[in-house]
């Protein structure tokens, strides 16, 4: 039985343990004359249940399709013949990928060696057997857990605590694993980012004018000494961002104090969707709409009052940008300015003040620290961004601050730096990861700073 199959089996097992060891609690709360009798109410009892059965065997089945395929891979290649055993881990990899092509039929046996076919027919044999043995365990300790669990269940069983500390303990696992997952993330990009700055002084990377980092392939290249420096990236980034925050903030926070405070319900119930609708577009879309008709629209405007306005600039890029992020923007403020309690509006009312006073001098400053959160999460979107770039505003490296010319962003030029077959140990290709560092520690400033304006403002409001 493959693993897929056998997870909806242990799946069917766990749901009738539940209704077992429930149905056990309450034949027992009934011979003792109702449910007060026992400890805990008879659905605990159930995932009490469940838990045991569910749970150890989920662990094994998951241990044993990780580790499967290596084990059994390993096993295969030990058996080959001494002359066909491969030396390095690529030609480890090479054969191994052969041998279950064989076994799989994707190749042919025709003229292959005796070797390998032999090899090909001991690793299905092995898979067979590891299916079989897997089917087997996890069954068996899944009957086991349930029966052993609907053993234990008695009218003074705290099942309640054991469930809610199995729940707990699951809750710090998950907590743990997205620490641990962004940690392994920084420290990856950390590390490949020294290897870097190994090669190219952190100061000419910070400070430098000019990026041009195909240059610096091989250092036996004319003109291989290679321009990392950053500072052009940095500022397309902030240009493009800026334009897209001057459309983005007024339009989504406007629109979010309208649909919260001034809308009828029945416009509130078909703008708000209508709204959100722009989340759920594709960038590329928005990169097709930039390039193809934002774009040469500014271009003919620009031309018609003697201005000189690039093909791709940051403008057209920026403005369409921030029309994809209002939706990030007006969702959450509409969220935080209804949270706001209706009892501090009656009471501004009651003291004489309008709506539109109340809505300045009460609820904005109330929800000001939920608006300013929704604003960083806006920018974060917009320094983030690829693809919008990548069609209307280009992949020059352009030091201005001219909204007009064609820039890049630090995305852009990470995805530029990783596309195709590359070489890990050049410092072209680790400059993507120290340009990922850069954006890391770019955004945690800037969460950092918004932390910090939200409990300004919080203090003076309280």
């Known amino acids: 039985m493959h693993a897929t199959d056998l997870f ?42 469940a838990l045991y059965c569910g749970f150890p065997a989920l662990l094994l089945l998951c241990a044993w399709s990780i580790f499967e395929g290596p084990v059994i891979i390993g096993m295969v290649m030990d058996s080959l ?32 060696p005796d070797a390998l076919i032999t090899a090909a027919e001991t690793l299905q044999r092995y898979s067979q057997l590891s299916r079989w043995s897997m089917t087997a365990l996890v069954s068996s300790i899944a009957l086991l857990g349930l029966m052993w669990a609907r053993s234990m269940i008695v009218a003074e069983l705290r099942a309640r605590q054991r469930v809610e500390t199995a729940v707990r303990y699951a809750l710090f696992a998950c907590a743990c694993v997205a ?18 700055f190994k090669s190219v002084p952190v100061a000419d990377f ?144 009651a003291m004489g003040a309008t709506h539109s006073e109340t809505v300045r001098r009460v609820v904005i400053p109330a929800a000001l620290p939920g608006i300013v959160a929704g604003i960083m999460l806006a920018i974060s979107r917009a320094i983030g961004e690829t693809m ?23 995305t852009v030029q990470i995805v530029t730096l990783l596309t195709g077959d590359q070489e890990f140990d050049s410092a072209k290709t680790l400059a993507a990861f120290a340009l990922g560092l850069m954006l890391f520690l770019i955004t945690l400033i800037l969460n950092i700073i918004a932390l910090q304006v939200v409990k300004r403002f919080r203090e003076q409001y309280e």
Do not use: C
């Open 8 to 49: 909806f089996l242990l799946v069917g097992l766990t749901v009738l343990a539940f209704y077992m060891g429930r149905g056990k609690a309450s034949q027992i709360a009934q011979g003792l004359g109702g449910i007060r009798n026992l400890h805990s109410l008879p659905s605990y009892y159930g995932h009490y249940t």
């Open 179 to 196: 620490i641990f997952t962004t940690l392994g993330i920084v420290l990856s990009v950390l590390f490949e980012s020294l290897q870097f």
């Open 81 to 112: 013949p001494s002359d066909l055993r491969p030396s390095g881990s690529v030609e480890y990899k090479l054969l191994a990928n052969k041998i279950s092509n064989i076994s799989l039929g994707i190749l042919p046996t025709i003229n292959q």
């Open 388 to 410: 919008i770039v990548v069609m209307a505003s280009g992949l020059a490296a352009n030091m201005t601050f001219n909204p007009l010319d064609s820039v890049t962003t630090v």
């Open 206 to 349: 910070i400070f430098g004018l000019e990026w041009s980092p195909q240059m610096a392939i091989r250092a036996d290249q004319v003109g291989s000494s290679g321009s990392f420096g950053a500072v052009p990236l940095f500022v397309g980034t902030l240009l493009v961002s800026v334009v897209a925050m001057f459309v983005a903030v007024p339009i989504g926070l406007m629109s979010a104090i309208y649909l919260a405070e001034y809308a009828h319900k029945s416009v509130r119930a078909y703008a708000k969707p209508a709204l959100e609708i722009l989340a759920g577009i594709p960038t590329v879309v928005y990169g097709f709409f930039a390039a193809l008709t934002v774009a040469p629209f500014l271009r003919n405007v620009g031309e018609s009052y003697g201005l000189s306005v690039s093909s791709e600039s940051a403008l057209a890029a920026g403005l369409v940008m921030g029309v994809m992020i209002i939706p990030f923007i007006s969702s959450l403020a509409d969220d935080v300015i209804t949270a706001v309690p209706q009892a501090m509006r009656d009471g501004s009312l």
